[in-house]
């Protein structure tokens, strides 16, 4: 199996804690979450040749 990169990654704490409950919906880990959604994210690249999103350099407004 390939290593895997430790990378530092600064998130606001409104995103973590959006992250950390849908990481707890979905039973994983908040590490495990955040590189499903990376993951997904390439995956679709690949697939479609776009982002997931059109707006995806914005940073994101929470309401949590």
């Known amino acids: 199996m390939a290593e895997k990169k430790q990378i530092p990654l600064r ?6 804690n959006a992250i950390a ?3 707890e919906d979905d ?4 590490n495990g979450q ?3 959604l990376l993951t997904e994210c ?3 690249r690949k697939k479609d040749g776009k982002y997931v999103g059109q707006h ?3 940073p994101p407004e ?3």
Do not use: G, H, M, T
């Not at 998130?11 to 973590?16: A, G, N, P, T």
């Not at 039973?27 to 908040?30: E, M």
């Open 11 to 16: 998130l606001s704490e409104k995103l973590y």
């Open 21 to 23: 409950a849908w990481a």
């Open 27 to 30: 039973f994983r880990s908040v």
């Open 34 to 36: 955040i590189e499903y």
């Open 42 to 44: 390439v995956r679709q």
């Open 56 to 58: 995806i350099d914005e």
């Open 62 to 64: 929470l309401d949590v």
